[in-house]
């Protein structure tokens, strides 16, 4: 594994960690938007993938139709696993916002990469370097930090932490998935052909379950569309990108940052104030990024 990191162009790491910064700040927002909306959350999660769609496929055009682009294996299994993961992501996540408090959502999903780390040790015999391994301790400690005044244990909320979990490992086995799938086929096709999946899951699910997923009027697409260009063709597009010049690992961590960002975004819209253990919970976080990070 480190060998194939070294041989890594430094240029094409330099992008993918930019790219993963982008994700991780467009994915930040998706809480506060989800509460916002004025349908229930299964409709939300596919909305916030539907009204992607268009501009998922424009980027696939364009990015298929630059000289020397091949189209790569479209609907490979790892495209379906994709999907399949992230959809359980979404419904566990939409569901887990609404059952819990939103710290207690955000910490239980942010525990991806260790579903990564561990994910990828039984199915891929993938190793993680000492590095790695320091970096996601002290980004899991981070994290506590970031959430624990606002962390409860509730009898009340149990379901909603479950669903928490569940979310977290999803999205662990989505980050596995889309990495494999970006060995053959560019970021926009994976992005565009998983979305397909995804929607054909989330609608089914909000059709079954809330029947309507209508929003009231102008203000809730406003937010939906909002949800859907900036959390999903913002953030899950530049996460396809990122996987596939970065490790599906490192990559992990630097979605600890969307914690950061709902806080930051939590202190401007919701005037919820950021407290000193917040703030060196989120140095931590850095700290621990900055320590994982791919060497050349």
Not at 45 to 68: D, H, I, K, N
């Amino acid at each position: 594994m480190a060998a194939a990191q070294s041989a890594r162009p430094a240029s094409d790491m330099t992008l993918g960690i930019i790219a993963m910064l982008g994700a991780a700040a467009a994915m930040s927002i998706s809480p506060i938007l989800v509460r916002f909306a004025d349908v229930g959350p299964l409709a939300s999660a596919f909305w916030r993938v539907a009204l992607a769609m268009p501009v998922l496929y424009l980027w696939m055009r364009a990015e298929e139709s630059q000289p020397g682009k091949a189209k790569g294996k479209s609907w490979s299994l790892p495209i379906i696993l994709s999907g399949l993961s992230f959809a359980g992501d979404l419904l566990l996540w939409h569901l887990s916002i609404m059952k819990t408090t939103i710290a207690n959502a955000t910490f239980f999903a942010t525990m991806a990469p260790l579903w990564v780390v561990i994910f990828g040790w039984l199915l891929f015999r993938h190793g993680v370097n000492r590095p790695t391994m320091i970096g996601l301790a002290l980004c899991l400690i981070g994290g506590g930090a970031l959430v624990s005044q606002s962390l409860s244990i509730n009898p009340a909320q149990a379901l909603g932490d479950a669903l928490g979990i569940g979310t977290g490992i999803f999205f662990g086995l989505y980050f596995l998935a889309v990495g494999a799938a970006r060995r053959d086929t560019g970021a926009a096709r994976v992005t565009f052909e998983m979305s397909v999946i995804t929607i054909l899951i989330l609608g089914a699910a909000a059709l079954v379950v809330e029947g309507d997923i209508l929003p009231k009027g102008m203000a809730g697409w406003a937010v939906l569309l909002a949800l859907a260009l900036i959390s999903h063709a913002g953030g899950q597009g530049l996460l396809s990108v990122a996987l596939g010049r970065l490790p599906a690992t490192f990559s992990s961590l630097v979605i600890f940052l969307e914690a950061v960002g709902a806080a930051i975004l939590a202190w401007i819209l919701l005037d919820e104030p950021i407290s000193l253990l917040q703030a060196i919970g989120g140095v931590i976080i850095l700290s621990g990024i900055w320590i994982a990070r791919p060497r050349n």
